[in-house]
């Protein structure tokens, strides 16, 4: 009697089928955008472009070159931040068209 009960429970098992589902999460189509250079183009500047510093002939070069080495006009002691846009075109945070290289003064 007790050989017929242990298959009886194996029949059982083999038949069992879990009552609850299991949710399954579904994920939402992805769209592709182009990344971001992190800030938008200043007004007036074609998108594409970046941000970075170049030097050029300020107040800190001038007064390096009149008070301790003359040489230092040669090598722009200031710094500051310009757009590049993809045609190569510097443009100023503000959107004004400008020139950059190594003494702009």
């Keep these: 009697c007790s050989s017929s009960l242990t298959q009886t429970a194996s029949i059982d098992m083999a038949d069992y089928k879990p009552t609850t589902e299991i949710p399954v ?3 939402a189509p992805v769209v592709a955008v182009a990344p ?4 938008p183009a200043p007004p007036g500047a ?3 472009g970046h941000y970075a510093m170049k030097p050029y002939c300020g107040v800190v070069t001038i007064l390096i070159t009149a008070f301790i080495c003359v040489c230092a006009g040669f090598c722009p002691c200031d710094s500051k931040e ?8 510097a443009y ?3 959107g004004t068209m400008t020139k950059f290289g190594p003494c702009t003064c």
């Design 82 to 89: 310009v757009y590049i846009a993809p045609n190569g075109q």
């Design 25 to 27: 999460a579904t994920a």
């Design 92 to 94: 100023t945070p503000e």
């Design 36 to 39: 971001v250079a992190g800030r």
């Design 46 to 48: 074609p998108p594409g």
